[in-house]
């Protein structure tokens, strides 16, 4: 039986198991899927190693994707502009391709299940490490008004502002005062700690939307944040996380799931208990 895995560091708590495992069980398809415990010393061996015995590709998140993407032998367009990937595929000759499904998996939840139309709109992403590389081309082929990236260091949202060729605008935090955005989009790994970028209290228009690339079994503290300062609409990652999983199964498949089943599921499971924080996607 093929098998599967995410890696990352923490992993325990990942719901990606659960979500391949619902999407086997809808597809037909054959498959085991688990969680490996990603150590910073050894990720790139530990990666090989899956990959060129059982496995046939890995899911990666939190705090690898960037060095997933450079330990491929080949990589998608997707990957190669975000410099950073999500989804390691074993090829037939065994070789590792790595592809970037993050970006599409937002695109398709603010979009597809939530009508939030981006074409038009200020849309701001905080942070600038692998998850905002993953987002930020999909959401220039939606076609906003302005994409601002904003990073508590300055120099490193400027950096990724340079390697998209001026389509982005890059600025530390502070640059933000006077700003306002229709779309604000939290790609940090501050909700890890239940805290929030500092941002000014007027950045988001009365009834914009606020997303956090993080989920947990209780509302992240940016979408609380969002609430409290007027959002229309303070989304959390859980869609995202299944709809980039529906891209990654697709990839290595050939079979693309239907997603709104397994979001349904995921957000009853959540009205239990909570079991500790959200698995991240972002840096």
């Not at 085991?32 to 990666?47: K, M, N, S």
């Not at 890059?170 to 229709?182: A, K, N, Q, T, W």
């Not at 239907?258 to 009205?271: H, Q």
Request: proline letters at 5%; glycine letters at 14%; charged letters at 25%.
């Amino acid at each position: 039986m093929d098998r599967y895995a995410v890696i990352g560091n923490p992993i325990a708590h990942s719901k990606s198991p659960a979500i391949h495992a619902a999407f086997a069980t809808q597809t037909g398809e054959r498959l085991e899927y688990g969680r490996i415990l990603g150590d910073p010393a050894t990720f790139e061996i530990q990666a090989r190693t899956f990959l060129s015995g059982p496995g046939r590709g890995l899911n990666v998140t939190v705090p690898f994707k960037e060095r997933a993407c450079a330990l491929a032998d080949e990589r998608s367009v997707r990957a190669e502009a975000a410099g950073a990937a999500n989804t390691l595929i074993r090829l037939p000759d065994d070789r590792i391709r790595a592809d970037n499904t993050d970006g599409v998996g937002l695109v398709r939840d603010l979009r597809d299940n939530h009508g939030v139309d981006i074409a038009g709109r200020r849309v701001l992403v905080l942070g600038a490490g692998g998850a905002a590389r993953g987002i930020l081309g999909p959401l220039l082929a939606e076609a906003p008004e302005r994409l601002v990236v904003a990073n508590r260091t300055a120099a490193k949202a400027l950096e990724l502002a340079a390697r998209l060729g001026g389509a982005v605008e890059g600025m530390g935090l502070e640059g933000l005062e006077g700003r306002r955005f229709d779309l604000i989009l939290n790609a940090t790994a501050a909700g890890l700690a239940g805290e929030v970028p500092r941002l000014p209290a007027d950045c988001l228009v009365s009834g914009g939307v606020v997303y956090d690339l993080m989920y947990g079994d209780r509302s992240t503290a940016f979408v609380r944040w969002g609430l409290e300062h007027g959002a229309g609409q303070a989304l959390d990652g859980l869609g995202m996380l299944v709809e980039q999983a529906a891209e990654s199964f697709f990839l290595w498949r050939g079979v693309r799931p239907r997603t709104a089943p397994v979001t349904a599921l995921l957000r009853s499971a959540r009205k239990r208990p909570a079991q500790g924080p959200g698995e991240g996607e972002g840096e």
